[in-house]
């Protein structure tokens, strides 16, 4: 077989991009870094504080390039770093799972609340569940992270759930994957159903919890998103 000649400026230009890439990748993961730790910090010093854990599990995902291309595909974006850096916002995602409804509001109003967060976008998928009976609190905030070159404001999509609502939605997107997003009626409406006995056991769960400890673990009033984009309780 034949070998076609090297094209040394090709080499070099797709290095560059691939170098430029990695960078722009790497601004997603320090910012997913700064939530992480500030979460850390929230779970740690509310034990310290409170004798108790509202915080279940906290876990970081960075879109994949290829998961990225997609999305530039499906949304009509122009494939170029600065119009993905400005229109997809959920590059660096964080998940935290709570055992109650009412520790989902709590960690989300301590950490938007912090001088250096600002959020740009929330959306209560819990107070508004989804038709097929998707719950989360998505919010988007963005951070500063201070590179050797200077500061970048990092957007980061924070989802706050509760263990029922992560067991559900986990349990969802694998059945619509397996059936390549043409899930059948028939497991649409048990997975409907199913979200419903999820938020009664979140429901019942917390009851009895607030039985336990008493009226300092009354649950909170839903989100109302102020037009800024900031949310406040009702
Ligand atoms: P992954 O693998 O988690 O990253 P868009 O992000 O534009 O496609 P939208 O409506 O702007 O969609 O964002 P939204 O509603 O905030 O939801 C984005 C993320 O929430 C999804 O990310 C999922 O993680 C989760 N999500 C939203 N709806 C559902 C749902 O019906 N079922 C489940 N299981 N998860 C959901 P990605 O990028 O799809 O996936």
């Not at 097929?132 to 905030?141: D, E, F, Q, R, T």
Request: glycine share 4%.
């Amino acid at each position: 077989m034949t070998s076609l000649p090297v094209d040394d400026d090709l080499i070099e230009h797709v290095r560059g991009l691939r170098d430029e890439m990695t960078r722009f990748l790497a601004e997603y993961r320090f910012g997913m870094r700064e939530i992480e730790t500030k979460m850390s910090i929230l779970r740690e010093d509310f034990e310290h504080a409170h004798a108790y854990n509202p915080v279940e599990n906290v876990s970081c995902r960075l879109k994949s390039p290829d998961s990225i291309a997609e999305k530039v595909a499906r949304k009509g974006i122009e494939p170029d770093l600065e119009s993905i850096r400005a229109q997809i916002t959920d590059i660096a995602g964080v998940r935290v799972t709570c055992s109650f409804v009412r520790d989902v509001y709590r960690l989300f109003e301590l950490l938007v609340s912090q001088d250096d967060v600002t959020v740009r976008e929330v959306k209560d998928y819990i107070a508004n569940p989804k038709p097929n009976g998707y719950k989360s609190l998505h919010a988007i905030v963005e951070v500063p992270v201070f590179l050797s070159t200077g500061t970048v404001h990092v957007p980061v999509e924070v989802q706050f759930r509760t263990i029922a609502m992560d067991f559900w939605a986990s349990l969802e997107h694998k059945i619509y994957y397996k059936y390549d997003k043409q899930v059948p009626t028939r497991l649409t409406d048990s997975l409907r159903e199913a979200a419903i006995t999820a938020a009664e056991l979140d429901a019942r769960m917390e009851s009895l919890h607030r039985e336990i400890h008493g009226e300092h673990a009354a649950p909170v009033a839903p989100l109302r998103t102020l037009p800024s984009g900031r949310a406040s309780h009702a």
